[in-house]
């Protein structure tokens, strides 16, 4: 079964630098979607950006952009010119290609950005 | 709907009572989720129902937990004599198809069993 892994609980950052957040997985498939969602104290998980297997391309959106190394099967994600509505929880996600479609989520990281 | 709409958004019950949860899908999302997230955890998979097919019931936890999903929209996660381990955040997501783009998620129901 595929598990993700984000090793680092907790991280900071101050406004208007830059954070890199870690995020590893387990897989024997070739094919397959990543995700990064994050989740601000309202509870409701957003969609910050999505990565399919078989690019090879890093996905990018806006100041969040991902570092994808399939070899390595590992999946970080950059934030660039941090703002204080970053701060939340996140989350990496994986989801096969095909088949089971069960995302599977990392235990999260909670990012604080101080002022 | 424009989003996903879960209802109650939080519920304090008492141990040994059975609870309902309700989700409302985004209208025209055939694939809907039911997934836990306990304290500081990351969230764990519950249910999944994916059109008029029989849905994937491998992450209930135990016999007391059931859901249903009526005519392709509104579903209701049931949990049935609750006990305190119960107690968490149930989030309910819907996606188009198998979810390739991802999920849209709900704000979720934080349930408390004391």
């Known amino acids: 079964a595929q598990t993700v892994t984000q090793s680092q609980p907790e991280m900071s950052v101050q406004e208007a630098e830059t954070v890199t957040l870690s995020c590893t997985y387990d897989?024997?498939?070739?094919?397959?979607?990543l995700f990064w969602y994050k989740q601000p104290p309202s509870r409701q998980m957003i969609l910050v950006i999505r990565q399919e297997a078989y690019k090879q391309q890093n996905a990018t959106e806006n100041r969040f952009s991902v570092n994808f190394q399939k070899a390595a099967k590992s999946f970080s994600l950059k934030i660039s010119d941090s703002q204080l509505g970053d701060a939340a929880m996140y989350f990496c996600a994986y989801r096969s290609a095909g088949g089971w479609r069960n995302m599977r989520f990392g235990a999260g990281t909670r990012l604080t950005v101080k002022p | 709907g424009a989003g996903v709409s879960q209802s109650p958004s939080n519920k304090v019950t008492e141990k040994g009572k059975d609870v309902e949860l309700r989700c409302d899908p985004i209208?025209?999302?055939?694939?809907l989720y039911w997934y836990r997230q306990s304290l500081g955890q990351g969230l764990e998979f519950l249910i999944y129902f994916q059109g008029n097919s029989a849905p994937d019931k491998s992450g209930l936890p135990s016999d007391r937990f059931s859901a249903e999903r009526t005519g392709g929209s509104v579903s209701t996660l049931t949990i049935q004599r609750t006990q305190q381990e119960d107690s968490a955040v149930y989030l309910c997501a819907s996606s188009l198809h198998g979810g390739y783009d991802g999920y849209t998620f709900g704000s979720g129901t934080r349930l408390t069993v004391v």
């Open positions: 897989t024997s498939e070739s094919d397959y979607y």
């Open positions: 209208s025209g999302h055939t694939a």
